[in-house]
Nanobody, 125 residues
């Protein structure tokens, strides 16, 4: 079973930086996309950034130039470097993976999606 777990959240003043970590475990295939979402109180969950297994990245407009998503495929880990943080970045940040892997027991390709429990990021003004 594929799982992901986030860490690295915390409290920071506006203008500060935080780095979030997300480690995936289980049968992780070489072709997958890892994503960061966030959900602020009273708001819908929002896609923040994505990165493919080949390193192609995408960002929501509100974080472009401030956030950087990266990954280490040897560690099945994705990072979200957040700079110039604003109070409106306050939210619970979730990691997700869209995974495609070969089941070694059945020899079938299996697609799966997994979410982490979330990590709180609070930016004070």
């Amino acid at each position: 079973q594929v799982q992901v777990a986030e860490s690295g959240g915390g409290l920071v003043q506006a203008g500060g930086s935080l780095r979030l970590f997300c480690e995936a475990s289980g049968n992780i295939g070489t072709r997958n996309t890892m994503e960061w979402y966030r959900q602020a109180p009273g708001k819908q969950r929002e896609l923040v950034a994505t990165i493919s297994s080949s390193g192609v990245t995408n960002y929501v407009d509100s974080v472009k130039g401030r956030f950087t998503i990266s990954r280490d495929n040897t560690k099945n880990t994705v990072y979200l470097q957040m700079n110039s943080l604003k109070p409106e970045d306050t939210a619970v940040y979730y990691c997700a993976i869209d995974n495609l892997a070969l089941n070694p027991y059945t020899s079938n390709w299996e697609a799966s999606r997994a979410w982490g429990q979330g990590t709180q990021v609070t930016v004070s003004s």
